[in-house]
Structure formats: structure tokens, C-alpha cells
């Protein structure tokens, strides 16, 4: 099995799926059913409501066949479809030149919308431990949510424009694309020795928020974008697009049945923390649906 939630995201992102969920696809769909399509409990932003502003306008000019064929250099050849079947050398033979995606993308931020056909996603189980009798429970698995190719190369594509639109403090390492868990180690230790050299007094705080991808509001992420003042389109895009969102689990047994996703983000788009590359480069603890 293998251990790294980065691998397990990227075996399954990739197309190298692993052994499925032998537990029966009912109790499986009951499962995520609950969880996903729990009441939204978002309460506001708190003292955390007062945020920098955006800049838009990487955002406003209209996304390029360039941009296009960029984002899909990244994804690997035998990169996993979504639920359409959707494969890289599908969006090629369609469209070599990346113009008609271009288009495609462009009518999406113009409509401030994305098409339903795009919302339906697949849920792969990865399992979180090697013993036989922990995995008899569907606690013990993780889920990772796979839309299709189309989407994902969007997303990809207005994540790059958002993480230039909205910085984040160099501070945080968390959900990026960066080696957030050695350098925070090294800052820990050299505090920790400086406390001991000089004898003065040191507390720390670690905080690990428990299946914090399976309750995100979304709400809470529309509200975020506002109060940086993202482009208000952007924001109705993006909000739409978990609008009608749904997904099918699927185990050894076949597929659940539908599950709308009310609650949380699909982890395995672009879009969703941490950041990964469109369809199948996952870093910093790449792990779908949460859990």
C-alpha cells in the first residue's frame, strides 16, 4: 500500500488505480451521502473578514489558445478521464491548436457559468490502512473525486490567474506548490535552538483540522473571494460550478448512486487545495474529498 497521500492521489490521477473498495456500494453512497450533503453551518468570516485585495486584472483578459496548450502539456498522457471518459488525446484530435477550448473557456467566464454536463465527477476509494478488518469500514478509505478532463483543464487554467490574483502570505506552505513541510520543520528547529540558546521561554501551537476538505462551505468560499474583491464574474463562475456538482462512488461492486456534493470540495480539480497541476500532478498532501 502505498503510504504518501500525494503518491495514492497520483496513482489514481494518473490512471494507476488501486485495489477497490470491497464494501457494498449502497453502504458506501449512505456514507458519502451524509457527508457531503450535510447542512452548510458557515457562519462568516469572523475577524478574518478584512483581506487584500485582488488583482483582477490577470483575471479580465480573455483566456488564450496559448493557455490552453500550456496547461495541457502538463497532463500526462495517460492521465486518468473523469466520468465522460474524456481522455488528453481525445482534447487533442478535437482540437490540436487549443483555439476552440480557448472559445469554449472564454463563453464559460463571459456566462459566468459552467455547463451541467461538466458537473457529473467519479469517486475513486484509496484505502488508509493495510489491515483487511480496518478496511471492512468505509471510514478507512479515502476518496478522491475525478471530474472531467475538459473541467479540470479549465480549472487549472484559473487557478494559475488566481494565485497571481490573490497572493498569499509567503508565511503559509500549506496547499501550495512548495516544500511547505521541510521548510516549516527547519523554521521550528531553529527556533527551537535559539530558545534553548538564549534560555527564553517558547510555546507552540499545531493545529490539524480533521477532515477539513469534506466540511469546506461554500459559502465560506464564495464569501472569501468576495471580501478579497475578486472579480465579481469570477466569483459567480466559480460558485456556480459546485452548483448541481455531483459525483458516483465508486467500490469492487459497482458505482453508488448519485451523490450531490452540498458540502466540501472535489479534491483532484485544480481548483481545490492543495494546488495541484490540471488532472494529475498533485503536492503538499494531494488527498481527494478529504478524510
Not at 502539456?73 to 477550448?101: H, Y
Not at 466559480?238 to 458516483?248: E, K, M, Q
Not at 451523490?259 to 472535489?266: P, Y
Request: hydrophobic share 35%.
Amino acid at each position: 500500500m502505498v503510504q504518501s497521500p500525494s503518491k495514492l492521489a497520483r496513482s489514481v490521477l494518473d490512471g494507476n488505480e488501486i485495489g477497490r473498495c470491497p464494501i457494498d456500494a449502497k453502504e458506501v453512497g449512505r456514507y458519502f451521502r451524509g457527508k457531503w450533503g450535510a447542512k452548510d453551518e458557515f457562519k462568516g468570516l469572523g475577524q478574518f473578514a478584512s483581506m487584500s485585495r485582488s488583482r483582477n486584472k490577470c483575471l479580465a483578459i480573455p483566456i488564450s489558445a496559448k493557455e490552453v496548450i500550456q496547461a495541457r502539456k502538463l497532463i500526462k498522457n495517460d492521465s486518468a478521464p473523469g466520468p465522460d471518459g474524456v481522455v488528453k488525446k481525445d482534447m487533442i484530435k478535437w482540437d490540436s491548436s487549443g483555439k476552440l477550448l480557448a472559445w469554449i473557456f472564454n463563453g464559460f467566464m463571459v456566462n459566468q457559468k459552467i455547463p451541467d454536463a461538466l458537473k457529473s465527477n467519479r469517486t475513486t476509494l484509496i484505502p488508509k490502512d493495510k489491515e483487511a478488518e480496518a478496511l471492512k469500514s468505509v471510514t478507512n478509505w479515502r476518496p478522491i473525486t475525478i471530474g472531467p478532463m475538459v473541467l479540470r483543464l479549465f480549472s487549472a487554467i484559473i487557478n494559475k490567474r488566481l494565485t497571481k490574483a490573490c497572493p498569499i502570505n509567503v508565511r503559509q506552505k500549506g496547499f501550495t506548490n512548495a516544500p511547505g513541510c521541510s521548510e516549516n520543520l527547519l523554521l521550528v528547529e531553529g527556533v527551537r535552538e535559539r530558545s534553548i540558546k538564549t534560555r527564553s521561554p517558547l510555546a507552540m501551537v499545531f493545529i490539524d483540522l480533521a477532515k477539513a476538505f469534506d466540511s469546506i462551505s461554500h459559502v465560506h468560499l464564495r464569501q472569501t473571494l468576495v471580501n478579497r474583491r475578486v472579480d465579481p464574474g469570477i466569483v459567480e463562475m466559480i460558485n456556480d460550478s459546485y452548483c448541481g456538482c455531483s459525483t458516483r462512488v465508486q467500490t469492487d461492486n459497482g458505482y453508488s448512486g448519485r451523490i450531490a456534493i452540498e458540502i466540501g470540495v472535489k479534491q483532484g480539480d485544480p481548483l481545490s487545495p492543495p494546488v495541484v497541476q490540471p488532472g494529475n500532478r498533485p503536492s503538499s498532501d494531494q488527498t481527494a474529498g478529504g478524510g
